[in-house]
């Protein structure tokens, strides 16, 4: 439970920081365990996602405030910053041993791979994405 609550409250200074919606990590948490069951994940998997997908932009934490509060489009420059974010977090995270941590880990840094291997940080594709990130 301590360690759910930690999560939960990183996830919202890591919000507060940003300009994202209110309870985005909340909702976030909830569509991904919703996820995990229906593509058939066992509980305790889900439980995991669930417990570790509000950490999934803690890597904003490093993204300085010009470009995470800017009201504008981000030059090509500021987006490069900013796709930083999910290395930084997962470099944050990765020195943990815990089951939730862990799989934060690999949340944070594949989370905005795309199947057709659109995405970043790595460009994964298909199955090559984890599925605690897909």
């Not at 301590?2 to 909830?30: K, W």
């Not at 994940?41 to 490093?62: N, R």
């Not at 930084?88 to 795309?114: V, W, Y």
Request: charged share 20%; proline share 4%; net charge negative.
């Amino acid at each position: 439970q301590t360690q759910n609550e930690i999560v939960y409250m990183l996830g919202d200074a890591v919000e507060s920081r940003s300009r994202e919606t209110a309870n985005h990590v909340r909702r976030v948490a909830e569509n991904a365990k919703e996820l995990a069951l229906l593509i058939g994940l066992d509980s305790l998997k889900a439980q995991i996602i669930y417990s570790a997908a509000p950490l999934h932009d803690v890597g904003k934490i490093g993204i300085p405030d010009r470009i995470l509060d800017k009201p504008a489009t981000l030059t090509d420059g500021e987006w490069g910053v900013m796709q930083t974010h999910a290395q930084r977090g997962a470099d944050l995270l990765s020195q943990s041993k815990r089951p939730i941590l862990k799989a934060a880990t690999i949340i944070a840094l594949q989370h905005h791979e795309n199947w057709d291997g659109s995405g970043y940080p790595n460009g994964l594709v298909g199955d090559d994405i984890h599925i605690l990130a897909g």
